[in-house]
C-alpha cells in the first residue's frame, strides 16, 4: 500500500471536519429552531428514520423541514453530539456514527440518549447527510435506568 501524499492527507483531514461539521450544526439549528438550515444539511433525496420503524422512514429535504418543524414546536431540546466516527468511503462518500443525549430546555430533566448512523455524500464540494438512522437507547420522557 502507498503511502499518503501531504496534500491527500490534508484533504482528508479537512473532509473528516467537514463532516463532523455535520452534526454539530444540526444539534445547533435543533437548539435555536431553525428546521430550515437544519433540513438544508441532508441532499434532496436524504432519508431519516428510527431504528425498528423503517417503513416509516421520512424522504426528502422538504418533507424533513415539515417534520423538524413540527419536533421544534412539541420540543424545546437541548442536544448534545459526543464520540463522532468518521469512515471514509471515497472522495464523495462517507459513513459515521455520531452519539446524542437531549436534555430539556434549561437542562432540567433528561430525554433521551442513543447514536446516529450517518451516512454522508459530498455534493458540489459541500458533505451533506445522505441519511440518518436514529438508534435510541432511551425513550423520550424516560430516564435511563427507570
Known amino acids: 500500500m502507498a503511502e499518503k501524499s501531504i496534500d491527500q492527507l490534508v484533504a482528508e483531514m479537512y473532509d473528516r ?29 436524504a432519508t431519516i428514520c428510527i431504528e425498528g420503524m423503517e417503513d416509516y422512514a421520512i424522504s426528502g429535504r422538504d418533507k424533513l423541514a415539515k417534520v423538524f418543524r413540527r419536533v421544534n414546536a412539541r420540543y424545546a431540546s437541548q442536544p448534545f453530539i459526543h464520540n463522532h466516527i468518521v469512515n471514509l468511503e471515497g472522495p464523495d462518500r462517507a459513513t459515521g ?22 451516512v454522508y455524500r459530498k455534493v458540489d464540494g459541500e458533505w451533506k447527510f445522505e441519511s440518518r438512522k436514529v438508534h435510541m437507547s432511551t425513550d423520550f420522557d424516560r430516564t435511563p435506568g427507570k
Open 17 to 45: 471536519e467537514a463532516i463532523r461539521e455535520l452534526p454539530r450544526l444540526y444539534c445547533h439549528y435543533l437548539w435555536i429552531q431553525d428546521p430550515v438550515k437544519m433540513a438544508d444539511l441532508f441532499t434532496e433525496d
Open 97 to 118: 456514527y455520531a452519539y446524542y443525549e437531549i436534555l430539556e430546555q434549561g437542562g432540567a430533566a433528561y430525554l433521551a440518549a442513543g447514536y446516529y448512523r450517518d
